[in-house]
């Protein structure tokens, strides 16, 4: 048998697969096809410290090998996600993550000291937002801007704290280095790509937003080598997403430098992909005669 577990700073999981924000809500409709214990963790969706109704449709356009959204963070809010959604995803078994998307460092930190006092098992600060007191520029796409914000957090909490960047910046490794000198005890990568789908016919953009964000298998080479520089520049743990469909996607994810992995679209195509995902990582670990499956983290070797 392949020893699963998987460590994240002082977090243990059970295993390296961790359901993506966005993708899993807060669990609820996804219980009827999984056994959601055997999960190594799920993320809520993101969260913001006023419920939102999330922006018009269409707010998903399928594209090549991959899908567009501008869902636009809908939400219950803060206050309602520790009062319902937090206690029911407590009871699943697995571990839980609040992923949290304020609009401005206040917020933010207002989110953050609220959930400390919660028994949630860590925070994923979602870095993708627009920082509306900065000109709306994303939190994540300036280094200073990450070291501010991710202190700001870090001084108000003492859960896990995990710092989701975005790939929409030029050095994604500045980006993990600022989020790991703050403080964060991980950094998710990556976050959606921004992107552009058009109705040719009525010559408007697919979406109500205009732009999206591009997820999926189109984006996974993208996100695989955002992972491995990433583990070439800092310390903590990285956590690997974009574009992972199966185990095998998984496993490179972790040659790469990932210490766990995350699945998102897989999630809207198969609701069981994440118990797949699992059962397929440990069957080639147990194939290639692995002991642990943290042993791939890093194995990859470059030409
Ligand atoms: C419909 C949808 C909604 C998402 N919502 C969030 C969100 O609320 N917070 C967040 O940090 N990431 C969100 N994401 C990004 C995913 O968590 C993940 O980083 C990204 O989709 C790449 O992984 P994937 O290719 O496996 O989907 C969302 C993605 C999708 C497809």
Redesign the pocket.
């Known amino acids: 048998m392949v020893n699963l577990s998987v460590q994240i700073g002082a977090l243990t999981l059970k295993n390296p697969v961790i359901a993506?924000?966005?993708?899993f809500g807060f669990g609820r409709e996804m219980q009827q096809w999984n056994e959601l214990s055997e999960l190594g963790a799920i993320c809520s969706?993101?969260l913001t410290l006023n419920p939102r109704l999330g922006n018009d449709p269409p707010r998903?356009a399928e594209t090549t090998g991959g899908?567009l959204?501008s869902?636009g963070?809908q939400n219950p809010g803060l206050e309602a996600f520790i009062a319902t959604e937090l206690p029911f995803m407590k009871s699943l078994g697995t571990t839980i993550i609040a992923?949290i998307?304020g609009h401005s460092l206040a917020e933010n930190v207002a989110m953050a000291e609220q959930l400390d006092a919660t028994d949630v098992d860590g925070i994923e600060l979602?870095l993708?937002c627009p920082n509306v007191s900065q000109g709306c520029m994303a939190f994540g796409s300036s280094a200073p801007m990450i070291e501010e914000v991710v202190s700001a957090v870090r001084a108000k909490t003492q859960k896990p704290l995990w710092v989701?960047l975005t790939p929409n910046v030029t050095s994604i490794a500045e980006m993990a280095l600022a989020a790991e000198a703050a403080g964060a005890d991980a950094v998710s990568l990556?976050?959606?790509l921004l992107g552009l789908a058009i109705d040719r016919k009525s010559r408007r953009p697919v979406l109500r937003n205009n732009t999206g964000?591009l997820?999926?298998p189109a984006?996974k080479p993208v996100a695989l080598r955002m992972v491995w520089d990433v583990y070439r520049a800092i310390r903590i743990p990285i956590i690997g997403?974009?574009?992972?469909m199966n185990g095998e996607d998984g496993i490179e994810f972790m040659l790469a430098g990932a210490t766990a992995i995350?699945?998102?679209?897989?999630n809207l195509i198969s609701p069981t992909a994440c118990h797949d995902v699992i059962t397929n990582m440990s069957a080639i670990a147990q194939t290639e005669n692995m002991a642990q499956i943290s042993q791939y983290t890093g194995l990859l070797q470059p030409w």
């Open positions: 993506a924000s966005g993708t969706k993101g998903v899908l959204n869902v963070l992923n998307a979602n993708s989701k990556i976050n959606t964000g997820s999926g984006i997403m974009g574009g992972i995350q699945v998102g679209t897989a």
